[in-house]
């Protein structure tokens, strides 16, 4: 008898201890590539259409648009997706973050503050012209 509940308690015991391990589980990363190609698109195609935009108003319009995309993007996906991202991954996307966010200030900064080349103010201004008379004169 006592061999018996001896046996018992050891094989509960033994699968006690079988059903606590951990299983390795597949990590299905599919969504997280396709996360990670779809933001990486994107962010270079708005850092190119930045980079050649033609006043303020499309400037604005591209950055506003580029935000609700990538808003959109990434609550297309489960959450945490972005967790399954590898760390090259984030890298690349850390990357090309960078990219646009220079772009997208160098850009606005040429179009709010434009460089004018001296060549092209005009030679005859009258104020100019008025000066330099009056310290010729004396």
Same mark, same amino acid.
């Given at each position: 008898?006592?061999?018996?509940?001896? #046996?018992?308690?050891? %094989?509960?015991? &033994? /699968?006690?201890? @079988?059903?606590?391990?951990? *299983?390795?589980?597949?990590?299905?990363?599919?969504?997280?590539?396709?996360?990670?190609?779809?933001?990486?698109?994107?962010?270079?195609?708005?850092?190119? #259409?930045?980079?050649? %935009?033609?006043? &303020? /108003?499309?400037? @604005?319009?591209?950055?506003? *648009?580029?935000?609700?995309?990538?808003?959109?993007?990434?609550?297309?996906?489960?959450?945490?997706?972005?967790?399954?991202?590898?760390?090259?991954?984030?890298?690349?996307?850390? %990357?090309?973050?960078?990219?646009?966010?220079?772009?997208?200030?160098?850009?606005?900064?040429?179009?709010?503050?434009?460089?004018?080349?001296?060549?092209?103010?005009?030679?005859?201004?009258?104020?100019?012209?008025?000066?330099?008379?009056?310290?010729? %004169?004396?």
């Amino acid at each position: 008898m006592k061999k018996t509940i001896f #046996i018992a308690v050891i %094989s509960i015991a &033994s /699968l006690c201890i @079988a059903g606590c391990s951990k *299983e390795k589980k597949y990590v299905d990363r599919s969504d997280a590539k396709e996360m990670f190609e779809r933001i990486c698109k994107l962010t270079s195609d708005y850092t190119e #259409i930045l980079a050649n %935009s033609a006043d &303020s /108003l499309s400037w @604005a319009k591209a950055t506003s *648009e580029y935000e609700e995309k990538l808003d959109k993007i990434n609550f297309s996906f489960p959450p945490d997706t972005d967790l399954l991202l590898t760390e090259g991954q984030n890298d690349t996307i850390h %990357s090309l973050m960078l990219a646009y966010i220079k772009a997208r200030d160098e850009r606005i900064h040429e179009i709010l503050y434009p460089v004018v080349a001296v060549d092209s103010l005009v030679d005859g201004d009258s104020i100019i012209v008025s000066e330099t008379a009056a310290n010729v %004169s004396q």
